[in-house]
């Protein structure tokens, strides 16, 4: 058991260690500062992230995509920018009764800036990357990453440890081979 859970945090360290990569699509953000404004987040293996411009019609708002077919993290910026609040849901209560009824409860936070942004949406995608890749369990937990987002976006370093932290206590299932990929 000892030597499983040594291998799991070596494989998990070398992940963190690797350097991302980064394109940009967004006019006005370089690479540099996209490099800046995630240092001393988890890396997701070899993965690409991708920063997009997000186009809205009405008031900005978080959006973000782990695309695990392509290798893609997908991060989008609202633009043009401005300092915006958002519901954060961090965890939900089953409601007694026939249905599935739930009680949740929120977090109002402001995004002040770009990196506000794409530190949030990263960790919140990272976690649905971790889920599937590292711990071959299925990635649709949202409360969970939004929970694992909004307590580690402001921090310096993030690590391993952090996740672990927002995931104990999760019941899911592990993923079905038909839907692992195959390298």
């Not at 992940?15 to 953000?29: F, I, T």
């Not at 997000?54 to 973000?64: C, D, E, K, W």
């Not at 893609?72 to 599935?100: N, Q, S, W």
């Not at 370093?157 to 038909?178: C, F, K, N, S």
Request: charged letters at 30%.
């Amino acid at each position: 058991m000892r030597r499983a859970v040594a291998a799991i945090e070596r494989q998990a360290s070398r992940a963190h260690a690797q350097e991302m990569s980064v394109r940009s699509d967004l006019p006005g953000l370089k690479v540099a500062g996209i490099r800046w404004a995630l240092s001393g987040l988890p890396s997701p293996g070899d993965y690409r992230v991708v920063i997009k411009p997000l186009r809205f019609r009405t008031r900005p708002h978080l959006s973000g995509l782990c695309e695990f077919d392509v290798g893609r993290i997908i991060v989008r910026v609202p633009e043009p920018f401005r300092p915006f609040d958002e519901l954060v849901y961090v965890k939900a209560r089953r409601k007694p009764g026939a249905g599935m009824r739930f009680a949740w409860l929120s977090e109002k936070v402001r995004f002040r800036t770009r990196r506000d942004v794409l530190r949030f949406v990263y960790l919140h995608e990272w976690l649905h990357w971790y889920l599937r890749e590292m711990q071959g369990r299925r990635s649709g937990a949202e409360t969970a990453c939004d929970r694992f987002a909004l307590r580690n976006f402001r921090r310096r370093q993030v690590t391993i440890d952090d996740a672990l932290e927002a995931i104990r206590g999760l019941r899911m299932l592990p993923l079905p081979d038909e839907l692992r990929l195959v390298a």
